[in-house]
């Protein structure tokens, strides 16, 4: 008989070596998108995975084989509480990196958000870094958001921070200090029409094998002593085992983003015009209360998670067109 190839891996998984536990339920955002307005805008906001529907719309995308027609597509809902905005942050940049140069916080801090954290804000914290933003490259508003808002029961609030782009530096600071201790609804950053990239924590699936975890081929019954292992784990030479060989391990869990998910629908439940609660409320997380939104498509992590949306970063269209929505099956 012939020398046996080891399996290999589906083609592109090694993308997101090594596939570790993430550090936090809450997502990291590393990379923010450039706004050429002359006017401020805070660029993220986040909400909590409630369920899935299917959303009947008309295709508005051109040059596609469905334009104009009938399109039934998946739809994740998203429970977005109002974020208050904490404080302000600024940033300076050299060789390097960055460096936080000033914190501003809100005075009157809500009691849930202050019995969890500490906020302390200095006596002429913002005159102080008025006199600094000659040397400031970038402005972020600290906002918090509290799971309680959105019907969960965990009571300690997340808390992020989201760029500020749009104007020059003294038009975002004098920006975000209008907004000191005060609530942002999600349709004060984002509208219908609108795609977002979202961050989120994906399930976890625990330990798995290579087979599961990599998508390697098992081996032909009584080939070898296991079925479920690679072949080979790689020549005798060099020494050791490459990090491009698929292994056991954790599989979930992990920090993602994914990008490019149209809000097809925002709105609220009191208005009565729209039903987006099943009877009994959906599962694992119950009745939707208050703004949510429906993205297009499947956004990672399980139910009740936090996810953090972030205008859009890659191929941003000209101009937003709201969808047609003909139904909502629940």
Same mark, same amino acid.
């Given at each position: 008989?012939? @020398?046996? !190839? ?6 592109? #998984?090694? @993308? ?10 809450? @997502? ?8 050429? #307005? ?34 039934? #597509? ?9 974020? =208050?905005? &904490?404080?302000?942050?600024? $940033? ?19 009691? $849930? ?7 302390? +804000?200095?006596?002429?914290? /913002? ?14 508003? %600290? ?11 965990? !009571? ?15 038009? *975002? ?5 209008? &907004? ?8 004060? /950053? ?17 330990? *798995? ?20 292992? &690679?072949?080979?784990?790689?020549? /005798? +030479? ?16 992990? *920090?993602? =983003?994914? $990008?490019?998910?149209? /809000? ?23 009745? %939707? !209360? ?38 909502? %099956?629940?």
């Amino acid at each position: 008989m012939g @020398a046996r !190839k080891h399996s290999q891996p589906r083609r592109g #998984s090694l @993308a997101y070596s090594p596939r570790g536990r993430a550090k936090s339920m809450e @997502a990291r955002i590393r990379a923010w998108p450039k706004v050429n #307005s002359e006017e401020p805008k805070i660029l993220a906001h986040c909400g909590f995975k409630a369920g899935c529907v299917q959303i009947v719309s008309i295709d508005d995308r051109d040059k596609t084989p469905n334009a104009g027609k009938q399109l039934v #597509s998946l739809g994740t809902v998203l429970v977005t509480p109002p974020v =208050i905005i &904490l404080g302000i942050r600024g $940033y300076s940049k050299d060789v390097d990196g960055s460096h936080a140069e000033f914190d501003v916080y809100a005075k009157d801090i809500p009691k $849930y958000i202050a019995k969890e954290i500490t906020l302390k +804000s200095k006596e002429g914290a /913002i005159e102080n870094a008025e006199k600094h933003l000659k040397r400031i490259k970038e402005i972020f508003a %600290v906002v918090a958001v509290s799971p309680r808002a959105a019907g969960l029961e965990q !009571k300690k609030p997340y808390i992020f921070e989201a760029l500020v782009s749009g104007g020059d530096i003294q038009k *975002q600071f004098a920006h975000v200090k209008e &907004l000191l201790g005060k609530e942002i609804k999600i349709d004060q /950053i984002f509208e219908t029409g609108s795609t977002v990239d979202v961050a989120a924590i994906t399930k976890g699936k625990g330990w *798995q094998g290579v087979i599961q975890r990599w998508g390697a081929k098992k081996k032909q019954h009584k080939s070898r002593k296991t079925v479920r292992e &690679l072949g080979s784990l790689g020549p /005798i +030479s060099p020494q050791y085992v490459m990090y491009t060989v698929p292994r056991a391990g954790q599989m979930g869990f992990h *920090q993602r =983003i994914e $990008y490019d998910k149209r /809000i097809m629908i925002m709105g609220n439940t009191e208005d009565s015009s729209l039903k987006i609660n099943p009877d009994g409320g959906y599962k694992h997380f119950g009745l %939707v !209360k208050g703004d949510f939104i429906i993205l297009k498509g499947s956004v990672p992590g399980t139910y009740r998670r936090l996810i953090k949306l972030r205008s859009q970063i890659r191929n941003a269209p000209p101009k937003i067109s709201k969808p047609n929505i003909l139904e909502v %099956v629940i």
